[in-house]
């Protein structure tokens, strides 16, 4: 038997009162929240069904997360707190003093920083001792001194080794504290050493060897090994007793451990004796400290809009490489899309169901992304900490703030690449959607005109950016000019396709396709240009800045001559040993003794030797000064004015003592001025190398002495002189040694020139250097002249990266179009093509949007590295001293690379494509 339940009766129900209808509000937002609900089951099926193309944006999403979330983390954990610093610098000391003034001082809470409480910023202390110390801290206190860091040269296997050295008793355990040890024992006299991981790789060394001084005067025994947890670095511990106290001006910090607590009283009383106090807890005395990560200075807001718009490009590179995907998703979802609004969908809702793919799959890549970054920094921190910042890195933690951000960006991302592909698929017809026919693209004028706009207004910005040398407002101008030619390539692509009518077959299908496929096409093809662009006018600012620079360089010497210069004045070799070196290292016998002036002054005396120049050829400005417009324009004019922009602090002349026997070697003079230069200076005469000094056959000498703070009265003299009538070089002012005792100086060794035809090798430089050492410790410096760097490298690694932007997106697009595009191959394997036709097709797809991309790329970059190089001389041509202008180049290794990244991209396409055609029954 069924029991049914009774019908009511018909007629109002007076026992339930009707409730009151939704406000309009909360039912348009409890609508909107349905459809968002249904559109994100919608995407999240649609991943699944779609696995490949879920996998491909995933990738490219991930890939830029992952490594900023790296980098993030690392720096995360870099930058230590400041009880970190504190921990690292205290070790198992109770505080930290520095002996800063005589007088009281004010610090902040943390003992970072200080000034003087009188105002007075020259109120320097001496250097402290341990007795003062003593007298500070009490009886029952502790303490230990460190010293500053010292520079060591010693003997490695392979040449002279520069190691930094910390002055540290390693037996005292408020020291000990701050090192780790890996074996061995502290050093405990003078001649024994602990050095740290690194410098026992670097100089081939274990316990118990010997590392011996450059000059080969001490010797170290090394008999421990220790790390440094702020440096990773080669570093060696010495004992206080090797090294003597050799500025007495110098700083030392003490580790003190103080009996009972050290509170706000302590750090009170010695701030009042100078002493700043660095304690693990923040005293309550100091002025509050800058907070962790720091302040951001007025200075810093243009570096934070540059990287934000940096950040901008890169985002809208990954937008324009992840949008095609999505539009070739919405094509093949057209079917679907078209039920939804059959089933009453207006365009709102087809729009969020696109949209929903890109929030979806953002969500996934950034999820992805975060998760590997911060494994990948976690579990790499060793490499970092040993290869890249060279110490140890704080407590564990991931910066959750930046993670955040990224993910937010991520997501921004996918949704931006599905912004273009969900109004397309709102705009679809319903009837064209559900019979499987695909819509024609309609070229709107507005997004031409659009484009236009923003690439005319956006390089008149960057030229106005370059004008103001503002980076921020450059890259703003070049980001609204990329903008513009994104709207404008689908019109491009309209054209390309009409004009692909006397192509053959292959290049005439693959123009057709991306013309219909405009929404997949154009975004690949702005990525390309975006890249290669980017690429471009960076490859054309460097070569013009490089060729600037060697333009305006002024060498030391004439090229391939060396100059060597003595370490230490006790001991020194001499001339026939140089030449003798020289000769079997160098294959030169060209050796000259180089003498400057010594001055006739005591203690912190100081003199200067200048030529003077004749009163009618003085400027009447200084170049330091700052000059109005009106009279900068009358300093550009002035004939007596043009002097170069190095010259900036007014021009100089080095004052050097020859009687002609270094002359040549160091000017590059031939024999016949060599000879007459050398007969006036054996005369008492002086030689100088800027005519501008001689006068009337005459060259005025001044001299200024001045002795500790007491100026003597100037002595200008007039030599008979001689101005070389070209030199290499810097200005130099040549006395002889009559001139240079009649103006009170006298002569103090400088070092030896070298000349050679063309610069020595590294290898013979090595050799020459080992040869010198028996004779004392040297320094060397060789004239590479105008061109000492090439920047080809940086140059291709710049076209290498757009390359690889290039292949990645013709790689992408052309696989999509193939999935896209495959109806279109059963019928062409149906009428009896070829199996290579796809081949040669895939190459065409390819040829279209590396080719296309590749050549609005260049041309934008050439563009605009013209507007910025133009701007910036122009803004220059108004300053004086006027700076050497930039010339326009163009960087052929930068092109050359981008004109066969097509090729490759084309090449790439034919290998990696099946020749097969597919054959598909088809129900119609």
């Given at each position: 038997?069924?029991?049914?339940?009774?019908?009511?009766a018909p007629?109002?129900?007076?026992g339930?009162p009707e409730s009151?209808?939704?406000?309009?509000?909360r039912?348009?937002?409890?609508?909107m929240a349905?459809?968002?609900?249904?559109?994100l089951?919608?995407?999240?099926?649609?991943?699944?069904?779609?696995?490949?193309?879920?996998?491909?944006?995933?990738?490219?999403?991930?890939?830029?997360?992952?490594?900023?979330?790296?980098?993030?983390v690392?720096?995360?954990?870099a930058?230590?707190?400041?009880q970190e610093?504190?921990d690292?610098?205290?070790?198992?000391?109770?505080?930290?003093?520095r002996w800063?003034?005589?007088?009281?001082?004010?610090?902040?809470?943390?003992?970072?920083?200080?000034?003087?409480?009188n105002?007075d910023p020259?109120?320097?202390?001496?250097?402290?001792?341990?007795?003062?110390v003593a007298?500070?801290?009490?009886?029952?206190?502790?303490?230990?001194?460190?010293?500053?860091?010292?520079?060591?040269?010693?003997?490695?296997?392979?040449?002279?080794?520069?190691?930094?050295?910390?002055?540290?008793?390693?037996?005292?355990?408020?020291?000990r504290?701050?090192?780790?040890?890996?074996?061995?024992?502290?050093?405990?006299q003078?001649?024994?050493?602990?050095?740290?991981?690194?410098?026992?790789?670097?100089l081939?060394?274990?316990?118990?060897?010997?590392?011996?001084?450059?000059?080969?005067?001490?010797?170290?025994?090394?008999?421990?090994?220790?790390?440094?947890?702020?440096?990773l670095?080669?570093?060696?511990?010495?004992?206080?007793?090797?090294?003597?106290?050799?500025?007495?001006?110098?700083?030392?910090?003490?580790?003190?451990?103080?009996?009972?607590?050290d509170?706000?009283?302590?750090?009170a009383?010695l701030?009042?004796?100078?002493v700043?106090?660095?304690?693990?807890?923040?005293?309550g005395?100091?002025?509050?400290a800058?907070?962790?990560?720091?302040?951001?200075?007025?200075g810093?807001?243009?570096?934070?809009?540059?990287?934000?718009?940096?950040?901008?490009l890169?985002?809208?590179?990954?937008?324009?490489?992840v949008?095609p995907?999505?539009?070739?998703?919405?094509?093949?979802?057209?079917r679907?899309?078209?039920?939804?609004?059959?089933?009453?969908g207006?365009?709102?809702?087809?729009?969020?169901?696109v949209?929903?793919?890109?929030?979806?799959?953002?969500?996934?890549?950034?999820?992805?992304?975060?998760?590997?970054?911060?494994?990948?920094?976690?579990?790499?921190?060793?490499?970092?900490?040993?290869?890249?910042?060279?110490?140890?890195?704080?407590?564990?933690?991931?910066?959750?703030?930046?993670l955040?951000?990224?993910?937010?960006v991520?997501?921004?991302?996918g949704?931006?690449?599905?912004?273009a592909?969900?109004?397309m698929?709102?705009?679809?017809d319903v009837?064209a959607?559900?019979?499987?026919r695909?819509?024609?693209?309609?070229?709107?004028?507005?997004?031409?005109?659009?484009?236009?706009?923003?690439a005319?207004?956006?390089?008149?910005?960057?030229?106005?950016?370059a004008?103001?040398?503002?980076?921020?407002?450059?890259?703003?101008?070049?980001?609204l000019?990329?903008?513009g030619?994104?709207?404008?390539?689908?019109?491009?692509?309209?054209?390309?396709?009409?004009?692909?009518r006397?192509?053959p077959?292959?290049?005439?299908?693959?123009?057709?396709d991306?013309?219909?496929?405009?929404?997949a096409a154009?975004p690949?093809?702005?990525a390309?240009?975006?890249?290669?662009?980017?690429?471009?006018?960076?490859?054309?600012?460097?070569a013009?800045?490089?060729?600037?620079d060697?333009?305006t360089?002024?060498?030391?010497?004439?090229t391939?001559?060396?100059?060597?210069?003595?370490?230490?004045?006790?001991?020194q070799?001499t001339?026939?040993?140089v030449?003798?070196?020289?000769?079997?290292?160098?294959?030169?016998?060209?050796?000259?003794?180089?003498q400057g002036?010594?001055?006739?002054?005591?203690?912190?005396?100081?003199?200067?030797?200048?030529?003077?120049?004749?009163?009618?050829?003085?400027?009447?400005?200084?170049?330091?000064?700052?000059?109005?417009?009106?009279?900068?324009?009358?300093?550009?004019?002035?004939?007596?004015?043009?002097?170069?922009?190095?010259?900036?602090?007014?021009?100089?002349?080095r004052?050097?003592v020859?009687d002609?026997t270094?002359?040549?070697l160091?000017?590059?003079?031939?024999?016949?001025?060599?000879?007459?230069?050398?007969s006036?200076?054996?005369?008492g005469?002086?030689?100088?190398?800027?005519?501008?000094?001689?006068h009337d056959?005459?060259?005025?000498?001044r001299?200024?002495q001045?002795d500790g703070?007491?100026e003597?009265?100037?002595?200008?003299?007039?030599?008979?002189?001689?101005?070389?009538?070209?030199?290499?070089?810097?200005?130099?002012l040549?006395?002889s040694?009559?001139?240079?005792?009649?103006l009170?100086?006298?002569?103090?060794?400088?070092?030896?020139?070298?000349?050679?035809?063309?610069?020595?090798?590294?290898?013979?430089?090595e050799?020459?250097?080992?040869?010198?050492r028996?004779?004392?410790?040297?320094?060397l410096s060789?004239?590479?002249?105008?061109a000492p760097?090439?920047?080809?490298p940086?140059?291709?690694?710049?076209?290498?990266?757009a390359?690889?932007i290039?292949v990645?997106?013709?790689?992408?697009?052309?696989?999509?179009a193939a999935?896209?595009?495959?109806?279109?191959l059963?019928t062409?394997?149906?009428?009896?093509?070829?199996?290579?036709?796809?081949?040669?097709?895939a190459?065409c797809?390819?040829?279209?949007?590396?080719?296309?991309?590749?050549?609005l790329?260049i041309?934008?970059g050439?563009?605009?590295?013209?507007?910025?190089?133009?701007?910036?001389?122009?803004?220059?041509?108004?300053?004086?001293?006027?700076?050497?202008?930039?010339?326009?180049?163009?960087?052929?290794p930068?092109l050359?690379?981008?004109?066969?990244?097509?090729?490759?991209?084309?090449?790439?396409?034919?290998?990696?494509?099946?020749?097969?055609l597919?054959i598909?029954?088809?129900?119609?």
């Amino acid at each position: 038997m069924t029991l049914r339940r009774a019908s009511r009766a018909p007629g109002p129900d007076v026992g339930t009162p009707e409730s009151p209808p939704a406000p309009p509000g909360r039912r348009r937002f409890a609508e909107m929240a349905g459809s968002w609900r249904t559109a994100l089951r919608i995407a999240r099926r649609e991943s699944r069904r779609a696995r490949k193309r879920t996998a491909l944006v995933l990738a490219m999403i991930a890939l830029p997360v992952l490594v900023l979330s790296f980098l993030a983390v690392s720096y995360d954990m870099a930058e230590l707190t400041p009880q970190e610093r504190v921990d690292r610098r205290l070790g198992v000391a109770d505080a930290e003093l520095r002996w800063f003034a005589d007088t009281p001082i004010d610090q902040d809470e943390w003992g970072e920083s200080w000034y003087p409480r009188n105002g007075d910023p020259e109120a320097f202390s001496h250097q402290a001792t341990a007795a003062e110390v003593a007298a500070l801290l009490g009886p029952d206190s502790r303490f230990t001194e460190l010293r500053g860091e010292v520079s060591l040269t010693v003997q490695g296997p392979e040449g002279d080794e520069n190691i930094r050295g910390r002055v540290l008793d390693l037996t005292d355990p408020l020291a000990r504290g701050l090192v780790r040890f890996r074996s061995g024992r502290a050093p405990q006299q003078p001649g024994e050493v602990a050095v740290s991981p690194a410098a026992l790789r670097r100089l081939d060394l274990r316990l118990g060897s010997a590392v011996a001084t450059a000059d080969g005067t001490t010797a170290y025994t090394v008999v421990g090994v220790v790390e440094f947890p702020d440096d990773l670095g080669a570093v060696v511990a010495l004992h206080p007793s090797a090294v003597p106290r050799a500025d007495p001006q110098a700083v030392s910090s003490w580790l003190v451990d103080v009996p009972g607590s050290d509170d706000a009283a302590l750090v009170a009383r010695l701030n009042d004796r100078g002493v700043v106090v660095t304690t693990r807890e923040p005293n309550g005395t100091g002025t509050p400290a800058r907070r962790w990560l720091g302040s951001v200075a007025p200075g810093d807001a243009d570096d934070l809009s540059t990287g934000v718009l940096i950040a901008g490009l890169g985002l809208l590179e990954v937008v324009l490489l992840v949008g095609p995907a999505f539009a070739v998703g919405v094509r093949r979802r057209r079917r679907d899309l078209a039920l939804v609004a059959v089933a009453g969908g207006d365009a709102a809702q087809l729009r969020r169901v696109v949209l929903a793919d890109g929030v979806v799959l953002g969500v996934l890549g950034a999820a992805v992304g975060l998760l590997l970054g911060v494994s990948a920094a976690f579990a790499g921190r060793p490499l970092m900490e040993q290869y890249v910042f060279g110490a140890r890195l704080g407590g564990y933690r991931c910066w959750p703030a930046a993670l955040l951000a990224l993910g937010g960006v991520a997501v921004l991302a996918g949704v931006l690449a599905a912004l273009a592909p969900a109004w397309m698929a709102a705009r679809q017809d319903v009837s064209a959607g559900l019979a499987g026919r695909r819509t024609p693209p309609s070229s709107q004028t507005r997004w031409l005109v659009l484009g236009l706009t923003l690439a005319g207004g956006g390089a008149a910005l960057a030229a106005y950016g370059a004008t103001q040398t503002s980076a921020a407002v450059i890259l703003t101008g070049l980001i609204l000019g990329e903008l513009g030619l994104v709207c404008c390539t689908p019109t491009l692509i309209g054209v390309l396709a009409r004009l692909g009518r006397l192509l053959p077959l292959a290049p005439r299908i693959a123009l057709r396709d991306a013309s219909r496929n405009r929404a997949a096409a154009a975004p690949a093809i702005c990525a390309v240009m975006a890249a290669v662009a980017s690429s471009v006018a960076l490859g054309g600012y460097l070569a013009s800045d490089h060729v600037r620079d060697a333009s305006t360089y002024q060498p030391l010497l004439p090229t391939g001559h060396l100059l060597v210069n003595p370490a230490s004045e006790a001991r020194q070799p001499t001339l026939t040993q140089v030449t003798a070196a020289a000769r079997e290292h160098l294959g030169t016998d060209a050796v000259a003794p180089v003498q400057g002036i010594a001055c006739a002054t005591t203690g912190n005396g100081y003199c200067d030797v200048t030529p003077q120049l004749p009163p009618e050829q003085v400027c009447p400005w200084q170049p330091g000064e700052v000059l109005s417009a009106a009279y900068r324009r009358q300093a550009r004019a002035d004939p007596r004015c043009q002097i170069r922009d190095t010259d900036f602090y007014g021009p100089s002349a080095r004052p050097l003592v020859d009687d002609g026997t270094a002359l040549p070697l160091l000017t590059g003079a031939d024999a016949a001025v060599t000879a007459t230069a050398t007969s006036v200076l054996r005369s008492g005469g002086v030689v100088v190398t800027d005519p501008r000094y001689l006068h009337d056959g005459r060259v005025t000498v001044r001299v200024t002495q001045v002795d500790g703070e007491v100026e003597r009265p100037p002595v200008t003299v007039d030599f008979p002189g001689y101005a070389l009538p070209a030199s290499v070089g810097e200005s130099r002012l040549l006395l002889s040694a009559a001139s240079a005792r009649s103006l009170g100086l006298g002569l103090s060794p400088v070092g030896w020139v070298i000349g050679a035809t063309t610069p020595p090798d590294e290898d013979r430089q090595e050799r020459f250097f080992m040869a010198m050492r028996p004779f004392g410790s040297v320094s060397l410096s060789v004239e590479y002249g105008a061109a000492p760097s090439d920047i080809s490298p940086l140059l291709l690694l710049l076209a290498a990266a757009a390359g690889l932007i290039t292949v990645g997106a013709a790689g992408i697009a052309t696989a999509l179009a193939a999935a896209e595009g495959r109806a279109e191959l059963s019928t062409l394997a149906a009428v009896g093509a070829a199996p290579a036709v796809r081949r040669l097709l895939a190459i065409c797809q390819a040829g279209v949007i590396a080719g296309l991309g590749s050549v609005l790329g260049i041309v934008a970059g050439l563009g605009t590295a013209a507007i910025v190089l133009f701007s910036v001389n122009r803004q220059y041509a108004t300053d004086w001293p006027t700076p050497a202008p930039y010339p326009y180049l163009v960087p052929w290794p930068v092109l050359g690379v981008l004109v066969l990244v097509p090729l490759v991209a084309m090449l790439g396409a034919g290998l990696f494509t099946r020749a097969r055609l597919p054959i598909e029954r088809r129900l119609d």
